[in-house]
C-alpha cells in the first residue's frame, strides 16, 4: 500500500490542496493531528481530512480549538488564532474532531501518536534521549509522530542502548528491515518550523518497506493574505515565510 502520512496542517488549505496534488495516487492517508489552528480555512482542511484520511488522530491545537484544553497553556497569539478557529467550525467538522483519540494503532508494525508515545499530546520529540525512552512505550517497528513541525526521524538498531536522530537531508527514504525500529516525523504540512518554509509529508509503501520524506513549494503568499482577511495575528503570519 501507498500511505500518505501528513501532519500539522494548521488550517493551511493551500499547503494541504498542494500536497495532496504533489503526493499523486495513494490507496489511504493518516493524519497526525493539528488539522486546525493557526491558519485561515479550518473548516476546509477538515472537509479534506474527512474526505481522504483513513485513520486520523488529533492534536494539542485541535483539542484548543474545541475548548477541550486550556487555552491558557498557548501563548496570546496561538490563543487567539485557535479560538478563532474554532468558532468557525461547523457542527459536521466540530463533531469529527471531537471523535479523535491523540493516538492511535494501526497494526503490529505501526502506530500513530501526535506528540510522543509515552504523551501524545504535549510532548516535543526533538532528542535521542527522548526517543530512546520512547521506544519503551510501543512494540510497533514504526510510530510516526508530529507537533513539532520538524521533519526527522530516530532509528534504535537492535541491540543497541542509543538511537540515532537523522535528517532527510542526508537520507530522504528510510529502507524498513524489520529488526529496526524507528520514531518517524514527517513534518508539518501547513506551518513547518525546520527552516524550510515548504509544505512537509512523508510516504510510506508498506509493501517495499521504505518511507520517504517530501517537501513541496506552495502559494505562501496566498495563505498570507487569508490570515490577514480574517484578522489572524501578524507573527503568525509572517512566520510562514521563513520555516519557524
Known amino acids: 500500500m501507498r500511505i500518505v502520512v501528513v501532519s500539522d496542517i494548521h488550517s493551511n488549505l493551500v499547503a494541504l490542496e498542494t500536497v495532496l496534488a504533489a503526493a499523486g495516487s495513494h490507496d489511504a492517508l493518516w493524519c497526525l493531528g493539528d488539522t486546525i489552528g493557526y491558519g ?51 457542527d459536521e467538522n466540530r463533531a469529527w474532531l471531537e471523535s479523535l483519540e491523540p493516538a492511535a494503532t494501526i497494526d503490529s508494525r505501526f502506530i500513530l501518536a501526535h506528540g510522543s508515545p509515552r504523551e ?77 518554509p515548504r ?16 517537501r513541496v513549494e506552495y502559494d505562501i503568499q496566498k495563505t498570507q493574505r487569508q490570515m490577514v482577511e480574517a484578522g489572524l495575528p501578524g507573527a503568525l503570519i509572517r512566520r510562514l515565510e521563513f520555516g519557524m
Not at 509529508?201 to 508498506?206: H, P, Q, V
Request: aromatic share 10%; proline share 6%; charged share 25%.
Open 199 to 214: 509544505a512537509a509529508y512523508a510516504i510510506l509503501d508498506s509493501d517495499a518497506g521504505t518511507i520517504r520524506f517530501n
Open 120 to 196: 501524545p499530546i504535549w510532548e516535543y520529540l526533538l532528542s535521542p534521549e527522548q526517543a530512546l525512552a520512547n521506544f519503551e512505550h510501543f512494540s510497533q517497528e514504526v510510530c510516526f509522530i508530529g507537533h513539532s513541525h520538524v521533519q526527522l526521524g530516530f532509528r534504535l538498531r537492535p541491540g543497541f542502548e542509543r538511537c540515532e536522530r537523522f535528517l532527510p537531508d542526508r537520507s530522504r527514504t528510510v529502507q524498513l528491515d524489520g529488526t529496526t525500529r524507528y520514531l518517524i516525523n514527517p513534518g508539518s504540512v501547513g506551518q513547518p518550523r525546520d527552516q524550510d
Open 40 to 90: 485561515p480555512r479550518p473548516n476546509e482542511c477538515v472537509a479534506l481530512m474527512r474526505q481522504h484520511a483513513a485513520v486520523a488522530i488529533t492534536g494539542n491545537h485541535d483539542l484548543a480549538c474545541l475548548d477541550r484544553i486550556d487555552l491558557r497553556d498557548f501563548n496570546p497569539d496561538a490563543r487567539k488564532a485557535n479560538i478563532w478557529n474554532g468558532a468557525q467550525l461547523s
